[in-house]
């Protein structure tokens, strides 16, 4: 997959290319990562970006032509890329990161690495312009109820939850697939050597080496936390009887307990 990601901080990109699952991502290929700054398209001497709001107000808004620009030279980029690949070309969509956008879930980034390129727009200050909006973003996305002083963390989370979901990008495909929210579950507890520390033993399930009795446990955590911690997870789930006795046990196991999450 190619991401355009377009930022007045591409400085700031390093966090998530040099490291990580991204970054192994990147230097093997799986993943094409190219920075396109607007302000390396701004026409006056000053390489102006942003002006004060019309109507008033604080704060500066981010100017159309620059951002226009910066993501035109994305386009071309992703066009070159695709060429020289042999890939269909056609514009990549453009995702601008808000707090008023659709919220990112799991779904979301699946269908995201699903893509062969996406140009992911970073805002500052109040935002940009909104014609921008109209003339070139075809989605909005918002990585939760709280307000970035801009987008481009919430661009770096986009890049982190699609890079590890795309083919070859991980060490361990597995993990992937059965790990937390897959299939709209929270993950169960993880344990490693030594069997004993503070005191507390590592579950005897896990020490059983019997795969079946390990499998049966690790999903009846995962079933009794999502009920726990987020019930609404479990709202409109289709329960098979298997899952029904697991949560089951589970509530029964810990009745009695105070329930708390440590
Ligand atoms: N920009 C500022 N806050 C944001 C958020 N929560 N999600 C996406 N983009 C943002």
């Known amino acids: ?75 071309a980029g992703w066009q070159g890329v695709a060429a020289a690949a042999g890939l269909p070309d056609g514009p990549a969509p453009v995702i601008y990161l808000t707090p008023q956008g659709k919220t990112l879930t799991q779904r979301r980034a699946r269908a995201l690495a699903d893509l062969p390129a996406a140009i992911l727009l970073a805002g500052r200050y109040e935002g940009v312009d909104e014609r921008v909006v109209r003339l070139a973003v075809d989605q909005e996305l918002s990585i939760g109820d709280y307000v970035l002083s801009g987008g481009e963390l919430p661009a770096m989370v986009v890049i982190d939850a699609v890079a590890r979901l795309l083919p070859g990008s991980l060490g361990n495909v597995a993990s992937a697939l059965e790990e937390s929210h897959l299939d709209g579950l929270l993950d169960y507890p993880h344990y490693t050597r030594p069997e004993i520390a503070g005191g507390l033993a590592v579950p005897a399930e896990l020490l059983s080496g019997d795969h079946a009795v390990v499998r049966r446990w690790r999903r009846k955590q995962a079933l009794g936390r999502t009920w726990q911690r987020r019930p609404e997870l479990l709202a409109g789930r289709e329960w098979s009887a298997e899952d029904r006795a697991l949560l089951a046990e589970f509530l029964s196991e810990t009745a009695g307990t105070d329930g708390a999450i440590r």
């Open 1 to 75: 997959m190619w991401i355009g990601v377009v930022t007045l901080f591409p400085e700031m990109f390093g966090a998530v290319r040099d490291a990580g699952v991204v970054g192994r991502a990147v230097r093997t290929g799986v993943l094409g990562l190219e920075l396109y700054n607007p302000r390396d398209h701004a026409t006056d001497r000053h390489r102006t970006v942003d002006d004060r709001p019309y109507g008033g107000g604080p704060g500066m808004v981010m100017q159309v032509e620059p951002l226009l620009a910066a993501i035109a030279a994305a386009q």
